[in-house]
């Protein structure tokens, strides 16, 4: 199985705060990488796919990049409305595996 | 843009069986990918499997091959997730969702996601 493993487990920041969240895939997976929000009591929701086609309707505060076996999720200004978890998930070999997930929580 | 829509949350004693469904609207359920995510409590997610409604190709997560079953009937739009001797490591939110990709070479990503539906099992 290819290990999707997130960095840092947990984040604290501020309103106004740039947050960076890194995803590494111990193999080569190309570009086959979505990212997802999820607020506590919710679905996920998909924001990225493709490491870095922003999904419709998702704001273009949220961004990513990378390719092969490390990407990043980078949300600019963050608003009360980010305070979520973050998932990474490779999509490119089965069995389709996530990381482990990144809690962006309120300083 | 498709709609999923899950059964309600279950409560079973180990042992028992169960199935729990995810019923899609509009008529392009047949042609959609339905895969299946579980998230224990307090954890993070895991995909168990994918069903292709339209032929009933499934792939399984091998983690879950052979502690459930995946199935669908195109006819009325549903998946289905069932087990049929529940454990108490069950219990868990499990979501339904659509794979979507643009193109057999494009990246794909679950862009639809059930309301998830809470199984529980315990004595």
């Known amino acids: 199985d290819i290990q999707m493993t997130q960095s840092p487990s947990s984040v604290s920041a501020s309103v106004g705060d740039r947050v960076t969240i890194t995803c590494r895939a111990n193999?080569?997976?190309?570009?086959?990488l979505a990212w997802y929000q999820q607020k506590p009591g919710k679905a996920p929701k998909l924001l990225i796919w493709?490491?870095?086609n922003l999904q419709g309707g998702v704001p273009s505060k949220f961004s990513g990049s990378g390719s092969g076996t490390q990407f990043t999720l980078t949300i600019s200004s963050l608003q009360p409305d980010d305070f979520a978890s973050y998932y990474c998930?490779?999509?490119?070999?089965?069995?389709?595996?996530f990381g482990q997930g990144t809690k962006v929580e309120l300083k | 843009e498709v709609k999923l829509v899950q059964s309600g949350a279950e409560v079973k004693k180990p042992g028992e069986s169960l199935k729990i469904s995810c019923k899609g609207s509009?008529?392009?359920?047949?042609?959609?990918?339905i895969g299946w995510v579980r998230q224990m409590p307090g954890k993070g997610l895991e995909w168990m499997g994918i069903?292709?409604?339209?032929?009933?190709?499934?792939t399984y997560n091998p983690s879950f091959q052979g502690q459930v079953t995946i199935s669908a009937d195109k006819s009325i739009g549903t998946s289905y997730l069932q087990w049929s001797s529940l454990e108490a490591s069950d219990t868990a939110l499990y979501y339904c969702?659509?794979?979507?990709?643009?193109?057999?070479?494009?990246?794909?990503?679950?862009?639809?996601w059930g309301q998830g539906t809470v199984v529980t099992v315990s004595s």
């Open positions: 969702v659509t794979f979507y990709r643009a193109g057999q070479s494009v990246p794909g990503a679950f862009d639809v």
């Open positions: 509009g008529q392009e359920f047949p042609n959609y990918w």
């Open positions: 069903i292709y409604p339209g032929d009933s190709d499934t």
């Open positions: 193999e080569d997976i190309g570009r086959w």
């Open positions: 493709g490491a870095s």
């Open positions: 998930q490779q999509t490119d070999n089965f069995p389709w595996t």
